[in-house]
């Protein structure tokens, strides 16, 4: 989740830019930088770390000049070094690039470029496009954008400039966020509009294959095979405290809508088309992974239970043994290690401090330790043996939601490595595993475009004293972070069980002043679940159901039903607990609660 500005225009753009990327550095911070088109050609600054680092590095001398980008990197591919961060120069250095996204195919790309004589200098996949774009210079920038993106697999959005054509900046986008500003004598490129609402409100929003040509006069927009297309101006509404929110009323209902995306960058570049899994980044090869005769997982709150529900998934498809921990109880109960038993720490921050004294402790008694993260360079990553990101981006609501998913989708992909290494299922049912999950974000996509009761459920329970939580297999996990949700933004006292324990103590809570919310997809043990319903309902509490589209018998045992697409039950928990998420969300709102800073938590636990 990167930041693109882009200025041409009257006015000097260094100040334009700089103020543009500061607006987006929610977007990325690990990396940034900075093009002008100067007198002499192209000046770029690139410098690691968070904008002050670029700040510094461009220093308070004023530039002239007045077409320019800049890109705030969250680091994907490639480490966090100034040979990584954008923006990108061609052979030449007469052209330069930023890019958001993934370039699925970068690595044939790169082959087949360093084969024909470019020198590429970065590990990023980025790099490539502007290589692309060199090859057709000589047909105008705009015609050498155009050639280029055929050639390009994955979802991207970037922009390029050149010395050659020093009035103009070009951009395009396939399933990635490049918005158009329009100003007075003076245009904007950006990722999201904030980078350029002090200066406009007059916006162009772009479509997936437009390809726009920017000068300071205005827009010429054509599509990929040169076509010229219309594309209306419109008038933004919002303050810029809301456009920082991208006109959602909180971080967090923003964030809930942004899991799709990163669910597809999360699975960008690891799962084909046809289903295969490459974890390559990982350093984990096949005959590690077949050698593995037990996994630990240690994470807190939100991450622990991405790994309680992935759990099921890895001993289900890859016939390992899982142990998962609280990582503040693990390393007090003196747990056993050996060099087959692989340990994944979980840290969305790759600050937490249990999960980071748990890694230590296996490392030291050796055991291989992965961190699944979200953030490059931090703690976490630096002590681990083995890595894989998430992409989620920046997360800025302190109840996790796009980072959950991501985690569940990083560790399913893992789940499936791990049982084609193995080579305990048929190929042809991973295969068909991993298109299902590679379908999952457009299903959530739909899911969260689709009218809902849950407003309405939420308006109806707003005041209820105690909410109980049921599910089984995955869907307990989904319960329990679904239960999380709602006590740590709402502060309703919450408790989700599995649905078989109920009668050992739970169903005492019962009346009719508690609803029930249960976790009821199209699983194996659906059937049992049914009969854990019934005996709600003969305790006349009101039943709330999550459960997959069409499903008649829970239909007829629930005053709520909240839908989600089908898919395999193995990936419904990405979806089912998105509607627990909007449920406590709205609960949360209607209450009057500030639902992105909620009382005493903070977004990363630093301390034991």
Known sequence: ?????????????????????????????????????????????????????????????????TVGLGHTRWATHGSVRVENAHPHADCTGRISVVLNGIIENYKELRAALTARGH??????????????????????????????????????????????????????????????????????????????????????????????????????????AGVSVERAVSVVPWDQDAAEKAGYDTFMLKEINEQPAALRDTLAGRLSEAGDVDLAETGMGDEMLRRLRRIFIVACGTSYHAGLIVSYAIEQLARVPVQIDVASEFRYREPVFDPDTLVIGITQSGETADTLAAMRLARAAGSPVLALCNIMGSQATREADHVLFTRAGLEIGVAATKTHTAQVAALLLLALRLAWARGVQPEAELRRLGHELRAVPEKLEELLARPSAVEEIAARYRDERFFLYLGRGMGFAVCLEGALKLKEISYIPTEAYAAGEMKHGPIALLDKESPVVVVADDSPVFPKLVSNVEEVRARGADVIAVATDGNETIRELSRDVLWVPRTDHHLAPILTVVPLQLLAYHIATLKGYNVDQPRNLAKTVTVE
């Open 119 to 224: 020198r590429l200098t970065s590990e990023t996949d980025a790099e490539v496009v502007v290589h692309l774009v060199e090859e057709h210079a000589g047909e105008g920038l705009a015609a050498a954008v155009r050639a280029a993106i055929p050639r390009l697999e994955g979802h991207f959005a970037f922009c390029a400039v050149s010395a050659d054509e020093p009035d103009l900046v070009v951009g395009t986008r396939r399933e990635a966020p490049l918005v158009v500003g329009v100003g007075e004598d003076e245009m904007f490129f950006a990722s999201a509009i904030p980078a350029f609402l002090s200066h406009t409100r007059e916006v162009i929003v772009l479509e997936d294959g437009d390809v726009v040509t920017l000068r300071a006069s205005g827009a010429e927009c054509t599509d990929v």
């Open 1 to 65: 989740m990167c930041g693109i500005v882009g200025y041409v225009g009257r006015r000097p753009g260094k100040p334009i830019i700089l103020d543009g990327l500061r607006r987006l550095e929610y977007r990325g911070y690990d990396s940034a930088g900075l093009t002008l088109l100067e007198a002499g050609g192209l000046e770029t600054v690139r410098a690691v770390g968070n904008l002050d680092a670029l700040f510094a590095a461009v220093g308070d001398g004023a530039s002239p000049a």
